[in-house]
Structures are given as C-alpha cells and as structure tokens.
C-alpha cells in the first residue's frame, strides 16, 4: 500500500531551523510537495519538486528560507527550514502525485498523516 510518513517537527525558536522529512513506500511519484495548514486557514503549497529535481517552486511566504529536495533511491523528499518564523507555525503535511501537473496545484493523489511544526517568539 502507499503510505507517506513525515518526521522532523517540533517546537523550534524564532530565527531556528528545522529538516523535515518524508518517507515514501508502495510506489514512485513524478512530484512530491510540502503543504501546510495553519489553524483556521486553508492549505498552501509550500515547495514542489519534480521526479528529476529539475523544477522546483516555492511559496513566496517561504522563499530563500525553505529549501526541497529529494532522494529517489531512498524514495524520500526533504524540506529544509530556516530563518522560521512565528507565522511558519502549521501542521505540515507530505503530499505525493503520480500525473504531471502544476508544482504549486494541491491536486496530490496521496497524503501523510502531517507533523506540527510550532515556532516560538
């Protein structure tokens, strides 16, 4: 079965940084993203990498801070946070996708469960 598995969150200082990192089994995926969802808001793409690493994209809120990547041999893509700040306070979720299509579309066919990333004053 697909499953995505996120690890890496926690609680950080303002100016900190964090790696998360997501694990994928069951099958390979032609773009794998970040998103996250703060309370009471809607869910925003944060970074997007293609199958080749080739095409990347990032939110504006993020960019220059956030960094993704991905290890396909190990099936695993990775978001280097830096420089967090408050408002980079969310539950952040792996998502996955076999199609091509937009890196900023939220239209993934497979989801984590999610890992809360809280960044402290």
């Known amino acids: 079965q697909v499953q995505l598995v996120e690890s890496g969150g926690g609680l950080v200082q303002a100016g900190g940084s964090l790696r998360l990192s997501c694990a994928a089994s069951?099958?390979?995926?032609?773009?794998m993203g970040w998103v996250r969802q703060a309370p009471g808001k809607g869910r925003e793409v944060v970074a997007a990498i293609s199958w080749s690493g080739g095409a990347t994209s990032a939110s504006d809120s993020v960019k220059g801070r956030f960094t993704i990547s991905r290890d396909n041999a190990k099936n695993t893509a990775y978001l280097q946070m830096s420089s967090l700040k408050p408002e980079d306070t969310a539950v952040y979720y792996c998502?996955?996708?076999?199609?091509?299509?937009?890196?900023?579309?939220?239209?993934?066919?497979?989801w984590g469960q999610g890992t809360q990333v809280t960044v402290s004053s």
């Open positions: 998502a996955a996708r076999r199609v091509v299509d937009s890196l900023g579309s939220l239209n993934y066919d497979y």
């Open positions: 069951g099958r390979t995926f032609e773009a």
